[in-house]
């Protein structure tokens, strides 16, 4: 089993850069493929970004493509997104998840969420 918890969300200008953090506890961190996502307001979730294992494939949606980078530190037990250039629809409620099944970017195949934390951009 692994927990899960969010940190550097905040509020930010168009065109700022945030770094989320995600801290796991529980030893067996480096087993689990693990993927970012967010919601908006009235919106579903959605997948932002895949990352597996050992770090060594990468994924993520098109409208953050070139702009967001899904980094992992196996020795520290975290997962990070790295957001720059963010748009105001890029405000959502992010969440980091772990050990999804084979479709990592439907969040009904994840088995584990943390709590989330709050981007919001100001225009």
């Known amino acids: 089993q692994v927990q899960l918890v969010e940190s550097g969300g905040g509020l930010v200008q168009t065109g700022s850069s945030l770094r989320l953090s995600c801290a796991a506890s529980g030893r067996t961190f480096s087993y689990y493929n693990l993927g970012w996502f967010r919601q908006a307001t009235g919106k579903e979730r959605e997948f932002v970004a895949y990352?597996?294992?050992?770090?060594?494939?990468?994924d993520y949606a098109d409208s953050v493509k070139g702009r967001f980078t899904i980094s992992r530190d196996n020795a520290l037990k975290t997962v990070y997104l790295q957001m720059n250039s963010l748009k105001p629809e890029d405000a959502a409620v992010y969440y980091c998840?772990?050990?999804?099944?084979?479709?990592?970017?439907?969040?009904?195949?994840?088995?584990?969420w943390g709590q989330g934390t709050q981007v919001t951009v100001s225009s």
């Open positions: 990352i597996t294992r050992s770090g060594g494939r990468t």
């Open positions: 998840a772990a050990d999804p099944g084979s479709s990592y970017y439907s969040p009904d195949s994840y088995n584990y």
